[in-house]
């Protein structure tokens, strides 16, 4: 099955019937998620002998009228197709600095069932022996603000390196601002962990309203909560999380 087919079958027939009635057009999902894959193989560019970069930042720019019809359903769709980019990827052999995101804004001059998609390379968030490494180039990500300022506190000392400088510093903190965010080891993940005994794409973090949860992605060597393995777990203020050597206490106001 083809990561197109996939992408349709998790969205499910609701959130597609949903969709093409409220645009009353013949834009679909499945066409925004071919646009993504076209962008990342016209902007795809070879840095290293067996490396190729592509777009981590795509922001789908639609009708005034389509956005707003599209407002219930943009966050699921985004999440969606950013990971269709991700699975694109590992199919590709392509290669992002950052985490994949997907936006939607309104474009006036465009009419109802047209799109047109912007990209860009944007470096993420690394967390390298305890110490959280933020590019100066990043900018604010779009979307709602997080209710209660959920973050995630580095333990100093977390990673491969546990006598080094940073791990005689203070605890680090890395806000939870969007609604999903993955950690792991992949260079595509909202806050990389630099740490061999965290996968590729280890677990994420799923923050909405009063409710934040912890799921573990198949780990090869798990998850832990307050010391407990855990395959799905609720957070709360001062729950500490393990992945890896990596350390980390969950906070929210």
């Avoid at 407002?71 to 199919?91: H, M, N, S, V, W």
């Avoid at 740490?195 to 799921?215: K, M, P, Q, T």
Wanted: glycine letters at 12%; hydrophobic letters at 35%.
């Amino acid at each position: 099955m083809g990561v197109l087919q996939r992408f349709e079958r998790r969205l499910g027939g609701m959130i597609e019937g949903t969709f093409a009635r409220a645009f009353k057009s013949k834009l679909e999902p499945v066409e925004i998620a071919s646009a993504v894959q076209r962008e990342m193989d016209e902007r795809a560019a070879i840095v290293a002998q067996g490396r190729t970069l592509v777009p981590n930042d795509f922001v789908v720019e639609l009708s005034g009228e389509d956005k707003e019809h599209m407002e219930a359903l943009a966050d699921t769709i985004g999440q969606e197709l950013a990971k269709l980019a991700r699975d694109y990827a590992t199919e590709q052999g392509y290669s992002f600095v950052g985490p994949v995101r997907v936006h939607f804004k309104s474009d006036e001059t465009l009419q109802m069932g047209r799109f047109r998609i912007r990209s860009g390379v944007i470096r993420g968030s690394t967390v390298e022996s305890g110490e959280i490494r933020q590019p100066v180039s990043d900018h604010p990500r779009g979307g709602q603000q997080v209710q209660g300022q959920p973050r995630l506190l580095i333990s100093p000392g977390s990673g491969a390196l546990e006598d080094s400088p940073a791990g005689q510093g203070m605890q680090q903190s890395f806000e939870l601002n969007t609604q999903v965010t993955l950690l792991g080891r992949g260079t595509d993940c909202d806050l990389r962990l630099v740490d061999n005994g965290v996968s590729r794409h280890h677990a994420e973090i799923r923050v909405e309203d009063d409710d934040a949860v912890l799921v573990d992605l198949g780990s090869t060597n798990g998850t832990f909560v307050n010391g407990q393995q855990v395959k799905r777990a609720r957070l709360v203020d001062g729950t500490r999380i393990s992945l890896g050597r990596t350390t980390m206490t969950f906070r929210r106001d």
